[in-house]
Each structure stands twice: as C-alpha cells, then as structure tokens.
C-alpha cells in the first residue's frame, strides 16, 4: 500500500532564517505530486506541483521553491522566512494518469514563523 | 476566477440526526467533485467522488448530490455519530491546462451526543 511522510511535524523558525520541509512517498511510482499551505480557518492553497523529476510548477509568486530530486521525494525551501510563511505545511500525491485527481495527503507540517 | 464557498459557521447537530453540507461554486464547470474530512492537526482524507454526469453518490451513512445547474453540492451524513465530528472540505476539479483541485474552506461539523 501507499504511503505519504512529511517532517518535521512541527517547526518554529526566526524572520529570515532557511525552510526545508520534505515529503516522500511509498508503494507508489511516478506520483504526481502537490504542496499546499492551510492557514489557520482558511482553505488549502496550492503551492506547487509535480508531475515528474525536476518538473515544478508554480501556482501563487511568493519566496517559496520546490524541488523534486527523485521521483518520490517532494521538497519545500525558502531561503529567508517571513511571518507571513506561518501556517500547516501538506504535501499530497495522487496516481498518474487519473482525471479525477484524487489525491492522498501526508500527515502536515505546522510552522510557526517568530 | 474559480471561487468556492462552504458554510463557514459551524453545523452542531444531535447524534442519529442527518448533516447536511453545502458547496457552491461559481465561474467553471467542474468534471469531478471531491469531498474531503480534515481532523484537527490533519492532512485531509478522501471520502467521495462525484462526476458531473452523476446526480447522486452514496457509500454507507455518506451521500453526495452534485446539480451542475445550480452548481452545487450537498453532502448528508445520516444516523450521524461523535465521531463523524470533523472538517469537511469540498473541492471541485478545475480543468485549466492541467486538471487541479479546489478546495473550499470547509465546514466544521459537531456531532453531540
């Protein structure tokens, strides 16, 4: 069976420090692959997506990258936070070649920006 | 630009009693309709799908209707219970280039016993 991880699971950071937050997934080849960001009552917002090594795509300006090194590995960067980073933290994959485009969720990362 | 709305105040009702949820969009017409639960501290989990050519879809105490003219989405749990307590968000398909999901902000469901 699939399984999705992302960590840490909980990271608190200073204004102007480096992001790296990582997602793999398992049981699974050539996902397509998501990070969103859920702030706090609010719906999730796509960041970015992949649909295959090294193929990121962009869906909102903002000082966050994503890189896709190998096929089950998803991550998320920023070279200087700002408060305005803080909120939960999920990536997702969903299975190549679907139109429906269900898609399974990791477990979250919450980042609190001081 | 496509927009998403669900209840944002809170739906308490009594155990036994049927929820109903309600998603609407505006500004695209949707192939597929998702319904997601979201625990607190969660990432979402997959409940349902529903395709524009069906009208209803069940799966034990879950049913979802989908009215492309209306362009909404109602979502009954019946026999509800403590534990169907949750986040229940709404995406529908967008197809612009590539097909994505967008995801309401979801209604927080109360169950009491």
């Known amino acids: 069976s699939q399984t999705i991880h992302q960590w840490p699971a909980t990271l608190v950071q200073p204004v102007g420090s480096p992001l790296s937050l990582e997602c793999t997934v398992e049981g699974t080849s050539n996902p397509n692959l998501y990070w969103y960001r859920q702030a706090a009552g609010r719906g999730l917002q796509l960041l970015f997506y992949s649909v295959g090594i090294g193929q990121i795509s962009s869906e909102v300006p903002q000082n966050l990258s994503a890189s896709r090194p190998q096929d089950r590995q998803f991550i998320l960067s920023s070279k200087k936070l700002l408060l305005s980073d803080s909120g939960f933290y999920l990536c997702?994959?969903?299975?190549?070649?679907?139109?429906?485009?269900?898609?399974?969720f990791g477990p979250g990362t919450r980042l609190l920006v001081l | 630009s496509q927009k998403i709305e669900q209840n944002s105040e809170a739906l308490n009702i009594q155990e036994g009693k049927t929820a109903t949820l309600t998603c609407n969009y505006t500004n695209y017409s949707p192939a597929y309709l998702q319904w997601y639960r979201q625990d607190p501290g969660r990432g979402p989990v997959f409940l349902l799908l529903?395709?524009?050519?069906?009208k209803e879809k069940r799966k034990e105490r879950l049913k979802v209707t989908f009215d492309t003219t209306l362009k909404q989405s109602l979502f009954h749990i019946t026999a509800s219970q403590p534990a169907d307590s949750a986040t229940y968000l709404c995406a529908p398909i967008f197809s612009g280039g590539y097909n994505k999901l967008i995801f309401g902000a979801g209604t927080r469901l109360a169950v009491h016993p």
């Open positions: 529903i395709r524009e050519n069906e």
């Open positions: 997702a994959w969903s299975p190549v070649g679907r139109a429906d485009e269900t898609q399974y």
